[in-house]
């Protein structure tokens, strides 16, 4: 099975700073890689799809990139609203799974 | 607009049987492959099981193999989570899910196993 490992677990950042949340695929996944954001209540909403394309209707400060079996989602210029917890998933080979969320607040 | 609309849940006692429903509408649920994860309470996301969109292809995570089934009728354009064996651990709140560059999440229901 697939490992994802995800950090930092948490992150507290200021406004208007660049945030970046990493995941670690324990072997090749290609671009299989979505980035979430879950807000408490509520159900996740995609951000990233395919290691970098941006999802409709996300905000153009977040972005995704790869390197390697390394996956990162940035943050330019934080806002209030980018609070909550950021998960990421790999469905390139079944089990499925999420790495163990980042939860982001500010500082 | 596409919606996902789950029923179903409540509570059950350990060792029984439980079935989820997932309502689909506002797209053409037979063209795409659908997807049951949960979040335990206070916990982070876990996917569950996975089927295409003929039901050809079938997947689960180890934690249900074996006790959980996913099914679906593309005529009723619903999606299916037969749960048995239940066990506390299962306890959750379940979401069906449509993946993809257009990424599309019930609101999710809440199973509770306990005595």
């Known amino acids: 099975d697939i490992q994802m490992t995800q950090s930092p677990a948490s992150l507290s950042a200021s406004l208007e700073e660049i945030v970046t949340i990493t995941c670690q695929a324990s072997q090749d996944i290609g671009n299989y890689l979505s980035w979430y954001q879950q807000k408490p209540g509520k159900s996740p909403q995609l951000l990233i799809h395919?290691?970098?394309s941006l999802a409709d209707g996300v905000p153009s400060r977040f972005s995704g990139s790869r390197s390697g079996t390394q996956y990162s989602l940035k943050i330019n210029r934080l806002q209030v609203e980018d609070t909550g917890i950021y998960y990421c998933?790999?469905?390139?080979?079944?089990?499925?799974?999420f790495g163990a969320g980042t939860k982001l607040e500010l500082k | 607009e596409v919606q996902l609309v789950e029923s179903g849940g409540g509570l059950v006692q350990p060792g029984r049987s439980l079935k989820l429903s997932c309502l689909a509408s506002g797209f053409t649920f037979s063209n795409y492959g659908m997807n049951w994860i949960r979040q335990a309470p206070g916990k982070g996301l876990e996917w569950v099981a996975s089927i295409s969109s003929s039901s050809s292809y079938i997947y689960y995570a180890d934690t249900v193999k074996g006790r959980f089934t996913i099914s679906r009728d593309n005529a009723k354009n619903t999606l299916y989570l037969q749960m048995t064996s239940l066990r506390s651990e299962d306890t959750a709140l379940y979401y069906c899910?449509?993946?993809?560059?257009?990424?599309?999440w019930g609101q999710g229901v809440m199973v509770t196993v306990s005595s």
């Open positions: 899910a449509r993946h993809g560059a257009k990424d599309y």
């Open positions: 998933l790999q469905h390139y080979s079944a089990p499925y799974t």
């Open positions: 395919s290691a970098t």
